[in-house]
């Protein structure tokens, strides 16, 4: 399910589960941590790429899985996916999300993990989460408002609604935005630009970035997985679910 390529002294990490338009359930999220340790262990990579397989980069957590979880159990999913997230944030390499596609959810999620974000012209970002009945939970709440600030994180959040390429670019979500069939030599040129640097520097200078976004950031996440964790004890979050799965209509909200 995820795929690791070395080139020279670059990689290319792939999520690879397309039949489900890449959505990361239990056994995606332990072999993205375990990939991550991977890329951790290799000195010779200086720079990651994080890309999707077919027309997803990922379109979230699994529903599916998701949906019959209770509160504890929520709770614990979240956690899986923060320890994953968080060891690839906490790479000392540089981190490129090349975003092919859809980024819903945790895809959206993932990508803020990464330290630089390009976009083909067909991705779509978005964090539909409190359409299905819950909190972003890998993440979203903390590293988006970080990323694009405070309201225009609200509005995504809040609304559920899905931006195109050129807007994710326009609120600084991306940084560039390709066409599809140029995203990865982009992804790849620029992470050899990265890995001819001097490997010491640029990993000194990551590392002092992050402790500007990273503040604090251990114990929001944390408070993320109470909020994502209880609103497992809904109906709504049961409902909505049961509908995505079952192709259904969405259902009415109704608060319980
Ligand atoms: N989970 C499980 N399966 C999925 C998911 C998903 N997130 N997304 C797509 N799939 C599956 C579909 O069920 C379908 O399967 P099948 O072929 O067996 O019916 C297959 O992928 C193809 O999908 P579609 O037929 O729906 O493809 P379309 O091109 O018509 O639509 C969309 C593409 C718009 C991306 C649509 O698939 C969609 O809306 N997907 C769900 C997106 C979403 O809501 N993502 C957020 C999930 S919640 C989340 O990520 C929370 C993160 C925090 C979790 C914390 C841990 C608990």
Known sequence: MIKLEKQGNIAILT???PEALNAL???ALDELYSTALTVRRDSDIRCLIITGEGKAFVAGADIAEMQGLNAEEGRAFGLKGHRAFCAVEALPIPVIAAVNGFALGGGCELALCADIRLASEKA???QPETGLGITPGFG???RLPRTVGVSKAMELILTAKMIKADEALEIGLVDHVYAPE???DEAIALANTIAANAP???RNSKSAIRRF???ALAWDLGFEADMFGACFATEDQKNAMQ???DKAEKPAFTGK
């Open 15 to 17: 999520i690879s589960r």
């Open 140 to 142: 979203g709440t903390q």
């Open 124 to 126: 779509k970002f978005g």
């Open 243 to 245: 509908a995505f799965v």
């Open 213 to 215: 976004t990273g503040a």
């Open 25 to 27: 359930n239990s056994a």
């Open 200 to 202: 010491v520097a640029v």
């Open 182 to 184: 140029q995203l990865m």
